[in-house]
């Protein structure tokens, strides 16, 4: 990214030491902590979303690792830290996975939302409404750091991908998951999601914080990360739900890989 691109995105200048929350964006999902399980509320398309975004982690991770495919527990023995884990939607899978995983959000409903399901669900998931860079300060190191659908969220692009890359043990794997910042993907998760399907409340998004797979590349790069993949997730209408494509113009998903 060059100087001039910096100035025009502040929000991916260099990190200057401002904390990576964002204290209006916690406080919109605050106030949606109780529909995180409503399949067919607010988080609808994260619900939509979200067996491919596991299909996803499930093949970086056999590569990464080179793990048998088969088998529930692909996960065993593997730490795991969901980054803005929400109600817990990707923490239960990865759990059911075998994965001891630790959830984060500095939103404390949505906390006590996801451990209210997993205590149901009979899952053992360790909930914490903090960061990872506190839990990087206090020396945590995970396996597998993953943050789905909140880099578009957060204050300091560039702090939040360091903290990533400080919170992932060497030779682990960072996923994250975002919206590009293009025509399509305002039309799609503003006007769309939000204005005219209504799935969202309308401000929930604000396009000038979507980010490029180019900037978020480089991003993890200058983190100390090498990328392994990026790849686009488009709904499909035919069958139903979401998959995999070469289209990053909306959504997209990324792995990357600390060296060691």
């Known amino acids: 990214m060059t100087t001039a691109q910096a100035r025009r995105r502040p929000d991916l200048a260099a990190n200057t030491g401002a904390t ?3 204290d209006g964006e916690i406080a919109r999902f605050d106030a949606l902590a109780e529909t995180w399980w409503d399949a067919n509320g607010p988080m609808k398309p994260l619900h939509g979303m979200n067996p491919v975004r596991l299909g996803f982690i499930r093949e970086q991770v056999i590569m990464r690792f080179g793990l ?15 980054v803005g884990c929400g109600g817990g939607l990707l923490s239960e899978p990865l759990a059911r996975m075998g994965a001891a995983v630790t959830g984060l959000d500095p939103a404390e409903r949505n906390i006590g939302i996801a451990r209210a399901h997993a205590r149901q669900m ?4 360790r909930y914490l409404p903090t960061t990872i860079e506190a839990l990087v300060a206090d020396g945590e190191r995970f396996d597998m750091v993953t943050a789905l659908e909140v880099v578009e969220h957060v204050a300091d692009v560039p702090a939040f991908l360091e ?5 992932v043990k060497p030779g682990g794997l960072v ?4 919206l590009n910042r293009s025509l399509r993907a305002y039309a799609a998760a503003i006007i769309g999601a939000e204005y005219i399907l209504r799935w969202l409340p309308k401000g929930t998004h604000s396009w000038e914080k ?3 797979p180019e900037e978020l590349r480089d991003g993890l790069e200058r983190a100390g990360l090498s990328v392994i993949e990026t790849r686009g997730m488009v709904p499909d209408p035919l069958r139903g739900g ?3 494509s070469s289209d990053t113009a ?10 060691g």
Request: charged share 20%.
């Open 20 to 22: 990576t929350v964002d």
């Open 68 to 82: 048998a495919a088969s088998g529930v527990a692909l996960l065993k023995d593997f730490t795991v830290a969901d």
């Open 122 to 125: 009979e899952l053992d998931i």
């Open 163 to 167: 903290a990533l890359s400080a919170a």
């Open 175 to 178: 996923i994250v998951s975002t």
């Open 210 to 212: 979507f980010v490029r």
């Open 242 to 244: 979401w998959r995999l």
């Open 250 to 259: 909306v959504n997209y998903i990324v792995s990357a890989s600390k060296p």
